[in-house]
């Protein structure tokens, strides 16, 4: 075979070869970061919690702080008619992976305190549903 010819081939086996492959695109990691993390975390306890008109949190308001310069982005439920109080419940996370934590006095009732990890769980690893 002349090597022009010979490389004409190989160019066409690999051609077939890759056009045959069932390899698929590798999918993009999931963002962890403290601030898509909680944006995550915000969107859907704005959905699910206060659109929803959830009766768990009906008395409640959501008070998102995104953007905070202390690397610690969070969100606070706060009573519906008096926000300037001070918070019920603090959903917050830092680090790379984020690390997630809820505190407040919400979070003395047994099932608004499974509910609240529950959820944030699932919004925080990429879960869209209620």
């Known amino acids: 075979m002349r090597p022009a010819l010979h490389l004409v081939a190989v160019a066409a086996l690999c ?4 056009s045959c ?8 990691a999931l963002e962890m970061r403290a601030l898509p993390v ?11 919690w206060f659109k929803s008109k959830d009766p768990m949190f009906a008395a409640y308001r959501l008070a998102p702080e995104l953007n905070s310069f202390s690397g610690t982005p969070r969100i606070l439920i706060v009573k519906k008619h008096s926000p300037e109080a ?10 790379t992976p984020a690390k997630m934590s809820a505190f407040g006095p919400l979070m003395a ?10 959820d944030v769980m699932h919004w925080a690893k990429g879960g869209q549903g209620c």
């Open 15 to 18: 051609a077939l070869a890759a």
């Open 21 to 28: 492959s069932t390899s698929s695109k590798p999918t993009a």
């Open 38 to 48: 909680m944006e995550r975390v915000a969107l859907g306890a704005n959905r699910c």
């Open 86 to 95: 001070l918070p019920l419940l603090v959903v917050q996370a830092s680090g």
């Open 109 to 118: 009732d047994a099932g608004v305190h499974a509910r609240v990890n529950k």
